[in-house]
């Protein structure tokens, strides 16, 4: 809706509903770089909190989120058991060791690629 009205120049009901609102919070990368972006332009109406480089989302989300949402996400767009199927985690931080954690903890055979020395050494372990 909000990419249609823009589309079609509707762009001061955004203004309007923006002076009253108190902020907003992002929580990825791509969204915070965007929100600096507005900032450096002067084009960001209210204040926004980065959450995506809390050290509660880095440590904490990306890990244990990804454990819960991966295989949960699978099963249900397959419907197929894991147990037994092979499973290649591109890169090994923070949300690969979860992923890795959680196809292993369903019984997967899990690969994993990494291309930093130290990462791929902590995969092996």
Same mark, same amino acid.
């Given at each position: 809706?909000? =990419?249609? &009205?823009?589309?079609?120049? +509707?762009? $001061? #009901?955004?203004? #309007? *509903?923006? =002076?009253?609102? /108190?902020?907003?919070? @992002?929580?990825?990368?791509?969204? /915070?770089?965007?929100?600096?972006?507005?900032?450096?332009?002067?084009?960001?109406?209210?204040?926004? *909190?980065?959450?995506? %480089?809390?050290?509660? #989302?880095? #440590?904490?989300?990306?890990?244990?989120?990804?454990?819960?949402? &991966?295989? %949960?996400?699978?099963?249900?767009?397959? $419907?197929?058991?894991?147990? !037994?199927?092979?499973? /290649?985690?591109?890169?090994?931080?923070? /949300? !690969? =060791?979860?992923?890795?954690?959680?196809?292993?903890?369903? !019984?997967?055979? +899990?690969? +994993?690629? @990494? *291309?930093?020395? *130290?990462?791929? &050494?902590?995969?092996?372990?």
């Amino acid at each position: 809706i909000i =990419k249609r &009205l823009l589309e079609a120049g +509707v762009t $001061d #009901k955004w203004n #309007k *509903i923006a =002076k009253r609102c /108190v902020g907003v919070s @992002e929580e990825t990368t791509t969204g /915070v770089h965007r929100l600096y972006t507005m900032e450096k332009t002067g084009s960001l109406l209210f204040p926004a *909190i980065n959450v995506n %480089d809390s050290v509660t #989302k880095s #440590k904490f989300d990306n890990l244990y989120g990804c454990k819960h949402s &991966l295989p %949960d996400g699978i099963m249900r767009a397959t $419907d197929v058991m894991m147990a !037994g199927k092979k499973a /290649v985690i591109c890169g090994y931080g923070d /949300v !690969g =060791k979860g992923c890795a954690a959680a196809m292993r903890a369903n !019984g997967c055979v +899990v690969y +994993v690629t @990494e *291309i930093d020395p *130290i990462c791929a &050494l902590q995969a092996c372990m």
